[in-house]
Each structure stands twice: as structure tokens, then as C-alpha cells.
Nanobody
């Protein structure tokens, strides 16, 4: 069973930075589409950043200019660098990968849903205080 493992979450003050990591067990690099989602209790899981197999990135408007998604082939790890954090960024953050379907990353990011991605991690909590 594929297991993605996130790390790097924590508590920071508004304006601070965190870098999330997702160890991919061979399912990150060269997958059709990989990305980061976040979810707060009572709300739908939302995509914040995705990257396709050619390295093209897409960001949700709410994080554009503040978050950067990247992947490293050598260790098959996906990263999310989060700068200028705001209290509204507080959420559980999940990494996800869709190995085959190239159409996933071509979907408007606001329309991506959980079922679009085949494998998920267990999540890492991010808390931003004002």
C-alpha cells in the first residue's frame, strides 16, 4: 500500500514561514499530478498548489505569491514552502498524488476534489496565530 508521509507542520505567528515535506515512496516524481490540499473542520478539502510531470505549477488565488510547491527527484519528496503565513492558513495540510491521469493538473485548481487523486498522506497540522 502506498503511503505518503507529510512533515513540517507546526505553530507559527502571522508573517512567519514553514516548509512542509511529503515523502513519496516512489509516487511523487514523474507522477502525472501531485499537490497539496488543506482542510479545516466543517469545510471541504481545498487544493492550494499542484505541479504536473513537466514541472508546471498552479496555485490557489489565496496562496499565490506566498506559497511555492516543488519536488526533488533524488529523494522523491514534495515540498510546500509557505511564507507570509496568515491565520486563515491554519488547517490540516495533505499531500496527494495522481500517478497516471494527466488531466488532473489541467483541471482548474478550485475544481479539484479528493477523488481526483489516487494516494494521500495522513496530514500535518499548521496553526498560524495573529
Amino acid at each position: 500500500q502506498v503511503q505518503l508521509v507529510e512533515s513540517g507542520g507546526g505553530s507559527v505567528q502571522s508573517g512567519g514561514s514553514l516548509r512542509l515535506s511529503c515523502a513519496g515512496a516512489g509516487y511523487i516524481y514523474r507522477s502525472a499530478c501531485v499537490g497539496w490540499f488543506r482542510q479545516v473542520p466543517g469545510k471541504e478539502r481545498e487544493a492550494v498548489a499542484v505541479v504536473d510531470s513537466d514541472g508546471r505549477t498552479t496555485y490557489a488565488d489565496s496562496v499565490k505569491g506566498r506559497f511555492t510547491i516543488s519536488q526533488v527527484s533524488a529523494n522523491d519528496t514534495l515540498y510546500l514552502q509557505m511564507n507570509s503565513l496568515k491565520p486563515e492558513d491554519t488547517a490540516m495540510y495533505y499531500c496527494a498524488t495522481e500517478p497516471i491521469n494527466l488531466g488532473v493538473c489541467m483541471t482548474p485548481i478550485q475544481a479539484l476534489v479528493r477523488d481526483d487523486f489516487h494516494y494521500w498522506g495522513q496530514g500535518t497540522q499548521v496553526a498560524v496565530s495573529s
